[in-house]
Each structure stands twice: as C-alpha cells, then as structure tokens.
C-alpha cells in the first residue's frame, strides 16, 4: 500500500484446500478491485481464488479445467468503454494433442467460470499462452510454436485476436519467426530456462495507441 517500499502477506494463498496448490500462479485485478489467483493443482487442472479484501483472506478453489496443462496466464478487461469490461480471461495450453491454447472466462470476479474454448488449431505443438487488453476491448493472446522433442525449443510465434470477448478468434500460427533457449543453464547450476513470448498492448490513448508489443527471449540471432 506505499507504492512496493514494503510488503505484507502469506507465503501461499490461504484459500482452501492449502495443501492442494501447486505452483505457476497468475494474477489479475478486475475493474472492482477484486483480486483473482490461478494456480495448478495436487492433480491435473487449472484452479482459481479471489479476493475482496486486497488479498487478506481468500475464496475457496474454483475449477476452471481439468485437463493436464501448461502454467496459465490472467488478465482482466478494464476497458470502460469495452463491450466486455470487467471479464477476466485465463489461457494456457493442454498437454495433449494438438496441444492447442484454451481459454475460460469469468463475468462475476472469478465466482464462475465459462467451459473452456479452444483458441488454435496447431499442427505444431504450442506452448506459454499470454494474454493482454488492448484499448478497445481487444483480446490478445501469444504463445510460442515448439519443436516436438525435449527441451521443446521455441520456434514460431502464434498470436490470435479476438474483438467479441472471445467469441471468435482471428488467430495466425505462425507470425514470426523465433529461435528460442528452452533448457538448462549451465552457468546457474543448470536452472531451467525458456524464450515463452509476453505481450502488452498500448492503451494510453497517446500516439502508439493500440499498438501492441511481443518480447522473446532468443538466442543466435
């Protein structure tokens, strides 16, 4: 509450089962200052909390998924003029073929969320799914294109557009090209790394209005 000079909270989301949270957690905040929380689980799936107290307690788990998935992401519409303002969206890929991008919805601050939706339709295994809002409403989601064998280096960018809330989807499978650095780093003790795009979208209404940005990490280039 001071602008980040210091930090209050939990070591984990306190919303029940505890001992079921695992990690990959995404977060957002929705236009009435609710704060939603995604996670994976003890078993396959995607799992959702809110909170209406700026995280000081929060809900139970809600199901969005329960399918094996790669680690999702969250974002909310705060567009006031958008046809869908306050919707949140989650995306994220299914670990199963075609290994295409899902994503869910909630009107009602993660009370609820829609069934998930299919987004692409790859003949190339995706992987990451990021999202953002662009200044009318705009949904916008990028994801990385990888080769079929581990470590499942990056190789195209896929982005898809949707302007209905995402209802439909403008999507291009392969938009650029990438050379990515999924793996190990051997100079920090062999972590695992990855070159997964991120997105954002301008919407201060200044002269780049709409624009919309995609950074990678890649090497050899």
Known sequence: TDGGF???GND???GAP???HKGDPGIAIDKDGTFLLIRLGSFPGLFSHFST??????SGQNTIATNDQDRATLTSDGVPTSSSFGRSYAAWVRFAPPFAVFYAFTDDGGANWSSPSQVNNPSQ???GGEMAIGPNGEVY???AVV????PFTEDILGVAR???GGATWNVLENAADMNGIAGIFSNKGNIRVNGLPRIDADRTGGAHNGNVYIVTTQTNL
């Open 147 to 150: 080769i079929n064998t581990s």
């Open 162 to 164: 949707s302007t209905d």
């Open 6 to 8: 210091t930090w209050t």
């Open 53 to 58: 107290d700026n995280g000081q307690t929060w």
């Open 18 to 20: 505890i001992t079921f």
């Open 12 to 14: 984990t989301c306190t």
């Open 125 to 127: 295994r995706s992987q």
């Open 141 to 143: 989601v990028c994801w």
